[in-house]
């Protein structure tokens, strides 16, 4: 495809490995959902619920593509260093917590728990969808299920 030492494979991994945070040895998913944590507060403070959500939008179809491209150089169907799928997926988990840090902290708990749970329609989709799109496409729900849990949270109790 390319060389491991091309620009374009260095992008693809700097971005598909979320600034190299899915290279952790040990829980790169939970690593990579980490370093999404700041990104967000950042985006949220500075622009608002439209710039999360065109952050989140820009992060899901560059993902589809990334994941797609990266786990093909690698020859690797899911590679666990690809962690922009939990980039998507922890960016959506936040949507309703504005710039409360309790609420990033049930966020990120909340998405763990659906990201590697799998209830549901998460699991179908980590199971019958393939490349770049199925990399994703669990993520992203869990990360759904995440947020709707988070907005009843905070209705209720902040």
């Known amino acids: ?17 979320w600034f190299y945070s899915g290279k952790s040895p040990k829980a790169p998913g939970t690593c990579g959902s ?16 439209l710039a ?11 993902g589809i593509y990334v994941a797609d491209a990266f786990s ?5 169907k899911d ?17 309703f917590a504005g710039t409360n840090l309790w609420l990033y902290l049930i966020g990120f708990a909340l998405f763990r728990l659906f990201d590697i749970s799998k209830p549901s329609i998460i699991g179908w989709a980590d199971k019958k969808i393939k490349g770049g799109l199925g990399i994703m496409l669990d993520d992203i729900f869990a990360g759904l299920f995440a947020a709707i849990v988070l907005g009843v ?3 209720y109790f902040f």
Do not use: H, W
């Open 79 to 95: 590679p666990g260093q690809i962690v922009i799928d939990e980039t998507a997926g922890q960016s959506i988990a936040l949507i």
């Open 52 to 62: 999360l959500i065109c952050f989140i939008l820009l992060v899901c179809l560059i």
């Open 1 to 17: 495809m390319f060389s491991k030492k091309s620009l374009k494979f260095r992008l693809l991994e700097l971005f598909a490995t």
């Open 34 to 49: 980490l370093a999404t944590l700041p990104c967000v507060y950042i985006i949220f403070y500075f622009g608002g619920y």
């Open 153 to 155: 949270i905070k209705y």
């Open 72 to 76: 093909k150089a690698l020859n690797i």
